[in-house]
């Protein structure tokens, strides 16, 4: 079931739109048969279960932090991911600039848009984007390459569409900013059920868990 979900999805996405296998809960096993489906990005909510899969299915695809990361879980989140889509504060950016430094690499990351301006869901307010960037961007170690967001929870797609073309115009509004050391590359929007939503909006990273790993129409969270 999961190889022909992938391949189904693969054959729908669009040129130029990536596709991230959101494997929250899932098996290693499970993340295996998706990725000899012909996925190449696999994305991770916690770095623990990331760790698991790791040890399967190792440095054969790209692996995004996709979930909210805690600072005292940056030090391995930084050895084990290639992209970091989830960073929402300047402490966050620090703690990660500093054990990136340790390493001698340097940390493509997504800044996180609250883009429902919702209280109880990480990520930073449209209009307060600007300046964190602006103050990420005197990292050495960080790259930002682009915005994520989640929006809020509807049964109809239709109803993400206002938080992903809000997200979509700060997108285009600080790209044209031209901020050093600052590529606006990426816009990681859309998961099971507002994946196609999300593409019209202009995404190029979908995030998807529940249509590949179990076929249904509901999206993940």
């Given at each position: ?84 889509e989830t ?91 031209a901020i ?42």
């Amino acid at each position: 079931m999961i190889f022909e979900n992938v391949r189904r999805l693969l054959e729908e996405l669009p040129p130029g739109v990536t596709l991230v296998a959101a494997a929250k809960g899932r098996s290693p096993e499970e993340i295996l048969e998706a990725v000899e489906a012909g996925v190449e990005v696999i994305g991770e909510n916690y770095v623990q279960e990331a760790e698991a899969a790791f040890a399967v299915v190792g440095r054969r695809v790209k692996w995004h932090m996709i979930g909210h990361l805690q600072r005292n879980k940056a030090k391995r989140a930084v050895e084990l991911f290639d992209l970091i889509e989830t960073v929402d504060s300047i402490e966050l950016a620090a703690e990660l600039e500093k054990r990136c430094a340790r390493l001698g690499r340097t940390m493509p990351i997504l800044i996180e848009i609250n883009s429902g301006r919702e209280p109880q869901k990480a990520g930073v307010l449209p209009e307060e984007a600007e300046g964190l960037i602006r103050g990420i961007a005197r990292f050495e170690h960080l790259r930002v390459q682009g915005l994520m967001t989640m929006g809020p929870r509807f049964g109809d797609p239709e109803g993400a569409r206002p938080y992903f073309r809000e997200t979509r115009r700060l997108f285009d509004h600080l790209r044209a900013l031209a901020i050093p050391n600052v590529e606006m590359r990426y816009l990681s929007m859309g998961m099971s059920n507002t994946y196609r939503v999300a593409i019209e909006e202009g995404a190029n990273i979908v995030r998807i868990g529940t249509k590949i790993f179990e076929g249904g129409p509901k999206g993940d969270r």
